[in-house]
């Protein structure tokens, strides 16, 4: 009596390898959309500068720069604030002097606006000089949106980056950082 060996045929071993193969791309290609660009910074900043025109933030320390964040900024144009309310962030230098961990943005650190100065310019405006300026995530529930945040100034007047950026310089700047708002 003669024995038959079941074996796959070799259409159905290379649907195999080719589904395997997709799958591996296709994983690789999470990964890679996932994964966090950049690294994060080595050393604690000991400074902190927004360049508003070029929507960048850098880290620094000790004059030498550790990070830079690609950011958003109030909806109220490139202006420095003068009053509350016109959606604009400010210019000058301040310190981030506090940090919110359960703000409605993905975690957020207070810039110590409005300085005597900036409160001298809103009364002669006969207005209030605002406040609760904050360097922040996205708004909480909204984090999928990721990079797409910078496709415009949405903040009201606060400094915007990504979650994953949050957490980045959150472990990397402690309270009592000076913040440079520049043009």
Known sequence: MEQTLLVDPPSNKRRLVFSL???LCLSAAALYAWWPRGSPPTAEA????VIKSQRVMMLMRQG???????????RGGLEPKMREGDHRTPEGNYTLDYRNPQSRFHLALHVS?????????????GA???????????ANGLGWIGRLHRLVDWTDGCIAVTNEE?????L?????TPIELRP
């Not at 030498?64 to 109030?74: D, E, H, I």
């Not at 606006?113 to 405006?125: F, M, Q």
């Not at 209030?128 to 996205?138: K, T």
């Open 46 to 49: 000991d400074r902190v500068v």
């Open 172 to 176: 990397a700047v402690a309270d009592g």
């Open 64 to 74: 030498r720069l550790l990070k830079t964040y690609r950011v958003s900024l109030g």
């Open 21 to 23: 193969a997709a799958v």
């Open 166 to 170: 949050m957490d980045e310089i959150w």
């Open 128 to 138: 209030a000089p605002g406040g609760n300026i904050m360097v922040h995530g996205i």
């Open 113 to 125: 606006y409005p300085n005597a100065v900036d409160i001298a310019k809103a009364r002669r405006l």
